[in-house]
């Protein structure tokens, strides 16, 4: 039984464990940490984007790898130093607004808790923005509201001015009256509350938009190209009321339609419907891609 126990023994004389020591686990807690918490700053931006498309890039190396494309692989071999140039470049916005941050020691800022994943704004701001978007259009006043969901805003919440206020219809009608100060622009909503108004958004260059179309439906379809928000546009010529997400318009749109998307905005509970509204539906309404 003892030359059987010593046996086993020198069968795992290789398997050493390392040595372990209360700095090292320290160490160790304070990587998870940061790793946790950039990840989801990340996902607050988008970087976001960003990583998803890193990672399908990843997964083509790795088949080009197994199965020897040898013309993949160069390519890949003498893209990757340009590569990384350029997501400095493109992502500049993102990598001042953290350095800022730490700088200022605003260490919370950076690593705060990822947002909520409950209910973005209550029925009532729901309700008052239809409303108010609603008065709108029925007398021709032109709106662009940007409803913010996963992704942060604040890069174009700067380009404006801060309001930090409740949302109400009356709010909404009164900036976007003509000749008031701060009718020129979009106004951004965070939650319950509208941050900022007369806000510069990012013009689509999306050619297969319709020539029609003017700068505030391309600005609206800008924004959600380059963000998971939802914008609402009220045409000044025509009164009629469109949604931009993901790069998409979708044009006159009535009260039911507009209702269902805030309802997917809000993030509440809702029927497998409702979701498809940007999915398998949208082909009954007029699309733009």
Same mark, same amino acid.
């Given at each position: 039984?003892?030359?059987?126990?010593?046996?086993?023994?020198?069968?795992?004389?290789?398997?050493?464990?390392?040595?372990?020591?209360?700095?090292?686990?320290?160490?160790?807690?304070?990587?998870?940490?940061?790793?946790?918490?950039?990840?989801?700053?990340?996902?607050?931006?988008?970087?976001?984007?960003?990583?998803?498309?890193?990672?399908?890039?990843?997964?083509?190396?790795?088949?080009?790898?197994?199965?020897?494309?040898?013309?993949?692989?160069?390519?890949?071999?003498?893209?990757?130093?340009?590569?990384?140039?350029?997501?400095?470049?493109?992502?500049?916005?993102?990598?001042?607004?953290?350095?800022?941050?730490?700088?200022?020691?605003?260490?919370?800022?950076?690593?705060?808790?990822?947002?909520?994943?409950?209910?973005?704004?209550?029925?009532?701001?729901?309700?008052?923005?239809?409303?108010?978007?609603?008065?709108?259009?029925?007398?021709?006043?032109?709106?662009?509201?940007?409803?913010?969901?996963?992704?942060?805003?604040?890069?174009?919440?700067?380009?404006?001015?801060?309001?930090?206020?409740?949302?109400?219809?009356?709010?909404?009608?009164?900036?976007?009256?003509?000749?008031?100060?701060?009718?020129?622009?979009?106004?951004?909503?965070?939650?319950?509350?509208?941050?900022?108004?007369?806000?510069?958004?990012?013009?689509? @260059?999306?050619?297969?938009?319709?020539?029609?179309?003017?700068?505030?439906?391309?600005?609206?379809?800008?924004?959600? @190209?380059?963000?998971?928000?939802?914008?609402?546009?009220?045409?000044?010529?025509?009164?009629?009321?469109?949604?931009?997400?993901?790069?998409?318009?979708?044009?006159?749109?009535? @009260?039911?339609?507009?209702?269902?998307?805030?309802?997917?905005?809000?993030?509440?509970?809702?029927?497998?419907?409702?979701?498809?509204?940007?999915?398998?539906?949208?082909?009954?309404? @007029?699309?733009?891609?």
């Amino acid at each position: 039984m003892r030359a059987f126990i010593d046996n086993v023994k020198r069968s795992f004389d290789w398997v050493s464990l390392p040595k372990f020591a209360v700095t090292d686990i320290i160490e160790i807690l304070l990587i998870a940490f940061l790793i946790y918490h950039l990840i989801n700053w990340i996902k607050q931006t988008r970087a976001w984007y960003l990583v998803k498309g890193l990672v399908m890039l990843l997964i083509v190396w790795i088949a080009a790898t197994l199965f020897e494309f040898t013309a993949i692989l160069w390519i890949f071999r003498n893209a990757i130093s340009v590569g990384i140039i350029a997501i400095f470049i493109i992502f500049q916005p993102e990598l001042r607004k953290a350095l800022e941050q730490l700088g200022q020691n605003r260490i919370v800022g950076f690593f705060g808790a990822s947002k909520s994943t409950g209910e973005r704004f209550s029925d009532d701001t729901r309700e008052e923005i239809i409303a108010a978007v609603n008065s709108m259009a029925s007398v021709k006043t032109g709106a662009l509201i940007v409803i913010e969901e996963k992704v942060s805003l604040d890069e174009y919440v700067h380009t404006g001015i801060a309001l930090d206020s409740i949302v109400t219809s009356a709010l909404l009608i009164n900036i976007f009256e003509h000749n008031t100060p701060l009718h020129d622009g979009a106004v951004i909503v965070r939650g319950n509350r509208a941050v900022a108004a007369t806000c510069i958004l990012p013009v689509s @260059e999306n050619m297969r938009l319709s020539k029609e179309l003017g700068t505030r439906h391309r600005a609206g379809v800008g924004v959600s @190209e380059v963000s998971d928000c939802l914008t609402i546009i009220v045409s000044e010529e025509t009164g009629k009321v469109a949604l931009a997400q993901r790069g998409q318009l979708i044009r006159d749109v009535d @009260e039911n339609l507009l209702r269902s998307k805030l309802n997917v905005s809000q993030n509440k509970t809702t029927t497998g419907g409702a979701r498809k509204l940007f999915g398998k539906e949208w082909n009954n309404h @007029e699309r733009q891609a």
